[in-house]
């Protein structure tokens, strides 16, 4: 588990959303976003792709707690509800896995426990293992 602690704290886009990784352990993670101004689109609310960002990065760190590497090949995200201040929470959970592929579902909520979003994410088992991606 510790290539996988390495692998996930080295997220280096997740750190620029300022994405805190709550936990992970096999087949989930959850993690949270405290919303600031660069979060904002134009129109004062949080932008999609920071949404999203969020999700993935749970997304990523849920897939790949197995110690293999997995890369998303199919992703989307529905959006429920706009959002302009406070702390977004995701949380991944593991719905399918094989040696192969693995599927995931993310839901984000706000503060007031509204689902704000759904991310549904499935990956590519690779052979190669996530310690040979850390340094």
């Known amino acids: 588990m510790h290539d996988v602690k390495r692998f996930v704290e080295n997220d280096q886009f997740a750190r620029h959303l300022s994405v805190e990784m709550l936990e992970y352990a096999k087949g989930k993670a959850s993690a949270r976003m ?3 101004d ?5 129109a004062g609310t949080v932008h999609g792709g920071a949404i999203f960002g969020l999700a ?3 997304f990523s760190a849920a897939s790949n707690s197995h ?3 997995a890369m998303a090949i ?3 995200i529905s959006y429920f509800k ?3 201040s406070g ?4 949380t991944a959970e593991e719905v399918s896995i094989n040696p192969k592929l693995a599927t995931y579902l993310i839901p984000v909520f706000d503060d007031q426990g509204n689902k704000i ?3 549904q994410g499935t990956v590519y088992r690779k052979k190669e293992g996530v310690g040979q991606f850390v340094k």
């Not at 660069?38 to 134009?42: D, G, M, Q, R, V």
């Open 56 to 58: 993935d990065a749970v």
């Open 67 to 69: 110690g293999t590497l």
């Open 74 to 76: 199919n992703v989307s």
């Open 87 to 90: 702390t977004l929470t995701a």
């Open 34 to 36: 405290v919303i600031k």
């Open 117 to 119: 979003a759904l991310f």
């Open 38 to 42: 660069h979060h904002l689109n134009s």
């Open 82 to 84: 706009a959002v302009s």
